[in-house]
């Protein structure tokens, strides 16, 4: 499974932007599909994820701001951010794992994609 993460870039504080994670696996919507992200100098945390069942899951950081979705006709997550935050600047990274019907927070995903940048400005 090849994954491919897009959409980052600059944005100024309380602004939007939408990452997408594309899969080139023929099986994606029986997968779990996580989004994480790392700053600099900090450990990589879970942003969100999304599971077969369209069972969805936000860290506390991110809830209310963040929405996860995706389309399995194109084989994208997309994770839409609303009211950027300068604290949500960091490398996004969308995972994928086969588990895809269990409790997503908790898969140890086996794909990773490579990141996007996302910066905020205040």
């Known amino acids: ?6 959409g980052g870039g600059f944005v100024q504080a309380g602004g ?10 023929r099986t994606f919507s029986t997968y779990a599909i996580g989004w994480f992200r790392q700053a ?4 990589r945390d879970r ?4 599971n077969s069942a369209d ?14 979705s995706r389309d399995n006709a194109k084989n994208t997550v997309t994770l839409q951010m609303n009211d950027l935050k300068p604290e949500d600047t ?3 990274y969308c995972a994928a794992d086969s588990r895809g019907g269990s409790y997503c927070p908790y ?10 940048l996302v910066t905020v400005s205040s």
């Open 55 to 68: 069972t969805t899951d936000y860290s506390d950081s991110v809830k209310g701001r963040f929405t996860i």
């Open 40 to 43: 600099p100098g900090k450990e």
């Open 90 to 92: 960091a490398v996004y």
């Open 47 to 50: 942003v969100s994820c999304i």
């Open 16 to 25: 939007s932007l939408r990452l997408s994670c594309t899969s080139s696996g």
């Open 107 to 116: 898969i140890p995903y086996e794909y990773w994609g490579q990141g996007t």
């Open 1 to 6: 499974v090849q994954l491919q993460a897009s």
